[in-house]
C-alpha cells in the first residue's frame, strides 16, 4: 500500500549529534516534519521514521502492533549510533512513551529525552473493553487533528483499529514498568488544553523516572499535536537549547548558544 503524500519518512545527514523523533498512534512523520527540519536546517543529523501500519489507511495498522512499532525506532537509534556520538530522543504522545523505552532500555547509548504530551495509558472505560470488543468491533472514531490552530491539520486516521489499540495498552503497561530505569536529562512539554492525553499521564511520566536533570514547559496556546499549533516554534526552539546545553561542543560548532539563538544574533 503506498504511503499518503506527506507521511513519508524523514531524514537528514547532519554532524555528530543525532535526534531520533517518533510520532505519534494513528498518526505519521506529518506531525514532525516542521520540528525535523528546523533541527537538520542547524546541523542535526535527524531521523524521522514512518512507524508500521502507519501513513497508508487503518486497515494496515490493525496488522500491527507495538513490538512492531518499537522495533523500527530501536533500528533507527542503532543506525544513528553507528555514526553519531551524541544521540538524543524524542517523541509525540505514543512516540513519546517510545522515546522512554528506548531511553530506559539503552541506558548510557540515550543521552537526552524530549516529550511532547505523552501518553502513558489508554483511559476510559472502553480501555477495560478492548480485549473483547477489538473481536466485535474493528474500529472507533479517530484521534487526530486535536490542534487549537483551525489552519493546521494533522495527516493521520479517521478510525482507530481496536487491535492496536489493544496493543497500545500492553505497551503503555510495559512502558510504565520501565520508567524508573529512565535516567537521562528530560524536557517533557505538555498543553493543559489537551483532548486526547490528560494531565495525569505527564504527572506519572515525571513520578516515575529516575532522571534528576528534569524541566517541564507547559504549552498554554497549544492542543495535543502541539508540534503543528501554536507553541510549535517554542517546542523546536526549546529543543535546541535542550540538546546544545547537553553537547555544548555542538553549539560551539554551529554557533547556537544555550537558549537556542544563534552567538551574535
Not at 8 to 18: C, D, M, Q, S, T
Not at 139 to 146: H, K, L, P, Q, Y
Not at 251 to 263: D, F, M
Request: aromatic share 6%; hydrophobic share 40%; with cysteine.
Amino acid at each position: 500500500m503506498p504511503v499518503l503524500p506527506g507521511a513519508e519518512p524523514f531524514r537528514h545527514e547532519g554532524g555528530e549529534v543525532g535526534v531520533l523523533l517518533c510520532h505519534g498512534f494513528t498518526g505519521s512523520p506529518q506531525s514532525l516534519r516542521p520540528w525535523a527540519e528546523y533541527l537538520a536546517e542547524r546541523g542535526l543529523t535527524v531521523a524521522l521514521p514512518l512507524l508500521p501500519g502507519h501513513g497508508t489507511r487503518w486497515e494496515d495498522m490493525q496488522l500491527t502492533g507495538w513490538q512492531d512499532w518499537y522495533a523500527e525506532v530501536d533500528r533507527e537509534l542503532g543506525a544513528l549510533r553507528g555514526h553519531c556520538t551524541r544521540v538524543f530522543v524524542a517523541g509525540l504522545s505514543m512516540g513519546g512513551a517510545l522515546a522512554l523505552r528506548l531511553a530506559a532500555k539503552h541506558g548510557a547509548a540515550v543521552d537526552g529525552v524530549v516529550v511532547v504530551n505523552p501518553a502513558n495509558k489508554v483511559h476510559g472505560l472502553s480501555a477495560y473493553a478492548l480485549p473483547v470488543a477489538r473481536h466485535l468491533v474493528r474500529t472507533t472514531r479517530g484521534i487526530a487533528s486535536d490542534i487549537a490552530d483551525p489552519s493546521s491539520k494533522e495527516l493521520g486516521y479517521d478510525r482507530v483499529p481496536l487491535h492496536a489499540a489493544h496493543s497500545l495498552r500492553a505497551f503503555f503497561r510495559v512502558v510504565d514498568r520501565e520508567l524508573p530505569q529512565v535516567t537521562q536529562p528530560l524536557l517533557l512539554l505538555r498543553s493543559p488544553q489537551d483532548h486526547v492525553v490528560p494531565p495525569a499521564d505527564s504527572a506519572r511520566v515525571l513520578s516515575r523516572v529516575s532522571s534528576t536533570d528534569v524541566t517541564e514547559i507547559l504549552l498554554e496556546q497549544s492542543y495535543h499535536v502541539a508540534t503543528l499549533d501554536y507553541d510549535a516554534d517554542r517546542i523546536f526552539e526549546e529543543s535546541l537549547a535542550f540538546i546544545t546545553r547537553l553537547a555544548p561542543a555542538f553549539g560551539k560548532q554551529t554557533g547556537v548558544s544555550e537558549e537556542g539563538t544563534t552567538a551574535g544574533g
